[in-house]
């Protein structure tokens, strides 16, 4: 059984940085890929960036390109997202996801929420300003 559980947010201000930790157990991080999301109220859930395990390939949102950064490590199974100059418009639910199928996948996929089947129960990131 997969199970992925966030960990990390909580309230900052602007400008400020914060880190996310995805745990997976029941699914191997190597070689696969994992995306991690965003949700505000009201909002669609949006892809914030993703990662490609096998190759350390990455792919983000404009929004954040430059301010996050994805990684991982192996020996624990996790996934990091690096958060830093956050903004007040980076308010929402985060959330890790995961997928067996990633051969194949445009790079920009690894942003799209339809190639992932596998979910966190998310943890929320507050940006004061």
């Known amino acids: 059984q997969v199970q992925l559980v966030e960990s990390g947010g909580g309230s900052v201000q602007a400008g400020g940085s914060l880190r996310l930790s995805c745990a997976a157990s029941g699914y191997s991080i190597s070689s696969n890929c994992m995306g991690w999301f965003r949700q505000a109220p009201g909002k669609e859930r949006e892809g914030v960036a993703g990662i490609y395990t096998g190759s350390g390939s990455t792919y983000y949102a404009d929004s954040v390109k430059g301010r996050f950064t994805i990684s991982q490590d192996n020996a624990k199974n996790t996934v990091y997202l690096q958060m830093n100059s956050l903004k007040p418009e980076d308010t929402a639910m985060y959330y890790c996801?995961?997928?067996?199928?990633?051969?194949?996948?445009?790079?920009?996929?690894?942003?799209?929420?339809?190639?992932?089947?596998?979910w966190g129960q998310g943890t929320q990131v507050t940006v004061s300003t």
């Open positions: 996801a995961a997928t067996l199928r990633c051969r194949g996948i445009f790079y920009s996929d690894l942003i799209n929420p339809r190639t992932y089947g596998y």
